[in-house]
């Protein structure tokens, strides 16, 4: 059984994300998390664009110091295009999977790409998507 956990996992994102937006895709699952980009949010202006990704957890996650427990989190994303970087314009932490239940808590910042690092990894398949819409 243990093996079947991660496709578990997907069967669940992909029967959820339908009654959620008919826009979000998955884009990256795991054991105990999946991500998801809501296409409906991509937002191009010249060579720098904008999107909502969505972290989702199978359990909630601990609090830190200046988080309280969340099940997932809303992320606004801020790209590049031209320089193929990113970084967080915003994170919404919320008390349910999906990006749904009350948000727990913010953060944003003022001008996220100043702080923009090459993409790598999943960050590649998120500028692709975003990028080359």
Same mark, same amino acid.
């Given at each position: 059984m243990k093996n079947n956990i991660p496709f578990v996992w997907l069967v669940f994102a992909?029967?959820?994300?339908? +009654?959620?937006?008919? /826009?979000?895709?998955?884009?990256?699952?795991?054991?105990?998390? +999946?991500?998801?980009? /809501?296409?409906?949010?991509?937002n191009r202006s010249g060579s720098n664009a904008q999107a909502w990704v969505v972290r989702s957890f199978d359990r909630r996650q601990p609090a830190a110091e200046t988080l309280p427990a969340y099940r997932s989190v809303r992320i606004r994303m801020a790209f590049d295009c031209r320089q193929q970087r990113l970084s967080v314009a915003e994170r919404a932490f919320h008390a349910s999977a999906f990006g749904r239940g009350s948000v727990v808590a913010r953060?944003?910042?003022?001008?996220?790409?100043a702080f923009a690092q090459p993409a790598s990894g999943l960050e590649r398949t998120l500028l692709a998507m975003v990028c080359e819409r």
């Open positions: 992909l029967s959820a994300a339908p +009654v959620l937006a008919q /826009d979000l895709l998955v884009v990256r699952y795991g054991v105990d998390e +999946v991500t998801l980009i /809501d296409r409906a949010s991509i953060q944003r910042s003022d001008d996220p790409l």
